[in-house]
């Protein structure tokens, strides 16, 4: 089975700074997905970022970016300039590439990192 | 605008009461989720399913059981809502190519922050 690990529980960075949030997996599988959730205080869970495993070019969207290690099995995210509205829960999580039919390929997500963005 | 709609955002219930959290999408999407989100613990899958009428245990699957009956409505179902169960409740959608590759995320609702006291 596959596991995410967080292991920070709370960050907080200035407004305009840059900060990292980190993220580890394990897995025996070759082919995969790695994803970066945020949940502000609404609940409403937004998909900031996606990782496919076979790509060796880290994703970027805008500010966000991410350090992907497939070796070390580490998928860390970089917000830069940050900005107030990036206050948030964000959670690291795992899918595979490939399923078959009659199943749904499901999501493991981390415990989640609180981020504080501080004036 | 595609939605994922959970029919309350909170809810208070007794103890030993049956509960029901349901769960409407409408990008006719085939898959759907129930996972239980806690402090310090993440979301962890409840149950999910892949098409009508068809249903797979997730991590958590005691004292929970599911009903899909319609291809957009998948309800979660607290048989006799203990404390422990008190939490937020999230449910999801995704589409998926059978047998192939592919990488849409999950559509998340905005969650039932169920209390049972």
């Known amino acids: 089975a596959q596991t995410v690990t967080q292991s920070q529980p709370e960050m907080s960075v200035q407004e305009a700074e840059t900060v990292t949030l980190s993220c580890t997996y394990d897995t025996s599988e070759s082919d995969y997905y790695l994803f970066w959730y945020k949940q502000p205080p609404s609940r409403q869970m937004i998909l900031v970022i996606r990782?496919?495993?076979?790509?060796?070019q880290n994703a970027t969207e805008n500010r966000f970016s991410v350090n992907f290690q497939k070796a070390a099995k580490s998928f860390s995210l970089k917000i830069s300039d940050s900005q107030l509205g990036d206050a948030a829960m964000y959670f690291c999580a795992y899918r595979s590439a490939w399923f078959s039919t009659g199943t749904a390929s499901k999501l493991t997500f981390g415990t989640g990192t609180r981020l504080q963005v501080t004036l | 605008d595609v939605k994922v709609t959970q029919s309350s955002r909170y809810l208070v219930k007794r103890t030993g009461e049956k509960v029901f959290l349901e769960c409407v999408q409408d990008?006719?999407?085939?898959?759907m989720f129930w996972y239980r989100q806690d402090p310090g613990l993440g979301l962890r899958l409840i149950y999910f399913s892949y098409d009508v009428k068809m249903k797979e245990k997730g991590d958590i699957p005691e004292g929970y059981s599911v009903s899909r009956e319609k291809k957009e409505r998948f309800s979660l179902i607290l048989e006799s809502a203990s404390t422990n169960q008190t939490s937020m409740y999230l449910c999801?959608?995704?589409?998926?190519?059978?047998?192939?590759?592919?990488?849409?995320?999950?559509?998340f609702g905005s969650g039932t922050r169920l209390t049972v006291v």
């Open positions: 990008m006719d999407h085939e898959n």
């Open positions: 990782q496919e495993a076979y790509k060796q």
């Open positions: 999801a959608s995704s589409s998926p190519q059978s047998g192939a590759r592919y990488s849409y995320g999950y559509t």
